[in-house]
């Protein structure tokens, strides 16, 4: 099981990286959105701990966005 991630690991991956990183989050919260749904979730702070991962790499990656835009 994955831990949550801290912003400065997170700052140290590429775009793609981070895509790629949010892509991986977003299948694992849809899978627990289903099991939640199913009644099979066991860890249910797991929901909280994927949602914030999601939030943290949007954040980085508009701050790289906003970074490389032309002033």
């Known amino acids: 099981m994955k831990t949550t991630q801290r912003f400065g ?4 991956l590429s775009a793609d990286q981070l895509q790629d990183e949010l892509l991986s989050l977003k299948k694992e ?3 627990l959105r289903f099991q939640r ?3 099979q979730l066991e860890n249910t702070s797991r929901v909280r701990v994927v949602r914030r991962d ?7 990656q508009g701050r790289q966005r ?3 835009a032309p002033v």
């Open 54 to 60: 999601i939030a943290r790499i949007k954040t980085l």
């Open 37 to 39: 749904a199913t009644g």
């Open 29 to 31: 919260q849809f899978n």
């Open 9 to 12: 690991d997170l700052g140290r």
């Open 66 to 68: 906003s970074a490389a």
